[in-house]
């Protein structure tokens, strides 16, 4: 926009300078001739140059949140929305450029051998990618395995886990059981011991009053003999 500020003018110029660039590598890399080599090396060339991109990108996008205006702001996020889409149009190309480099160059492969040109550093070079590769793939299924090891033995754990929680909880609801009936066993005794409590004051109670009748009785016969 005619008025962004310099940080912005000079971000967008450099991610347009990029994108140039990135088309250009793109371009060249389909129409790689080969070798392999040559190829892996124009590659690496695109990669940084998205790496570049990515980041000036990043930087429009943190400048376009910090506007004080709205519709800078949102403007700058249209831009920024914008190169993402060609960015993405760019990788699109590039996986496609890649795609049709190797099919050339496997097709060229295959014409010298048909044609008894191959020679011996071409045979070397390829051995060479061939045992890359497959050392590459060897690693990656060694980390896959390690990592399906590690997944195994935490689920293991995880198991031996749970059971012993759950072995915990069968141990502690028996121990409520037997509380429980504990608890009930006492609570029978008690109302027992407070009836049986009550019938032995009673049966005081009428002792009692029993041999006060007894001693008034006497002391009546003894002092009121004439009543």
Same mark, same amino acid.
């Given at each position: 926009?005619?008025? @962004?500020? &310099?940080?912005?003018?000079?971000? /967008?110029?450099?991610?347009?300078?990029?994108? %140039? $660039?990135?088309? =250009?590598?793109? +371009?060249?890399?389909?129409?790689?001739?080969?070798?392999?080599?040559?190829?892996?090396?124009?590659? @690496?060339? &695109?990669?940084?140059?998205?790496? /570049?991109?990515?980041?000036?990108?990043?930087? %429009? $996008?943190?400048? =376009?949140?910090? +506007?004080?205006?709205?519709?800078?702001?949102?403007?700058?996020?249209?831009?920024?929305?914008?190169?993402?889409?060609?960015?993405?149009?760019?990788?699109?190309?590039?996986?496609?450029?890649?795609?049709?480099?190797?099919? =050339?160059?496997?097709?060229?492969?295959?014409?010298?051998?048909?044609?008894?040109?191959?020679?011996?550093?071409?045979?070397?070079?390829?051995?060479?990618?061939?045992?890359?590769?497959?050392?590459?793939?060897?690693?990656?299924?060694?980390?896959?395995?390690?990592?399906?090891?590690?997944?195994?033995?935490?689920?293991?754990?995880?198991?031996?886990?749970?059971?012993?929680?759950?072995?915990?909880?069968?141990?502690?609801?028996?121990?409520?059981?037997?509380?429980?009936?504990?608890?009930?066993?006492?609570?029978?005794?008690?109302?027992?011991?407070?009836?049986?409590?009550?019938?032995?004051?009673?049966?005081?109670?009428?002792?009692?009053?029993?041999?006060?009748?007894?001693?008034?009785?006497?002391?009546?016969?003894?002092?009121?003999?004439?009543?």
């Amino acid at each position: 926009a005619a008025g @962004a500020s &310099v940080p912005v003018r000079v971000c /967008h110029q450099e991610i347009v300078k990029f994108d %140039l $660039e990135i088309k =250009a590598a793109v +371009q060249d890399i389909r129409d790689c001739p080969g070798p392999l080599s040559a190829l892996t090396e124009l590659n @690496a060339a &695109v990669k940084e140059k998205f790496h /570049h991109l990515r980041g000036r990108i990043q930087e %429009l $996008e943190q400048m =376009a949140k910090e +506007q004080d205006k709205e519709s800078e702001k949102q403007a700058l996020l249209r831009e920024v929305e914008n190169h993402k889409k060609q960015m993405l149009s760019n990788q699109a190309a590039w996986r496609k450029a890649n795609l049709a480099c190797k099919i =050339a160059i496997d097709n060229s492969e295959k014409d010298q051998l048909l044609h008894g040109r191959d020679s011996l550093r071409q045979r070397k070079t390829t051995k060479e990618s061939l045992a890359e590769s497959a050392s590459n793939i060897t690693e990656s299924l060694m980390g896959i395995s390690r990592m399906m090891s590690q997944q195994v033995q935490q689920s293991e754990e995880t198991v031996q886990t749970l059971a012993n929680s759950s072995r915990t909880i069968l141990e502690a609801n028996e121990e409520f059981k037997s509380m429980s009936g504990t608890i009930q066993l006492g609570r029978k005794l008690i109302t027992k011991y407070n009836r049986r409590e009550l019938t032995d004051k009673l049966l005081i109670f009428l002792a009692l009053a029993l041999f006060l009748a007894t001693v008034l009785y006497i002391l009546k016969k003894r002092l009121f003999p004439f009543l």
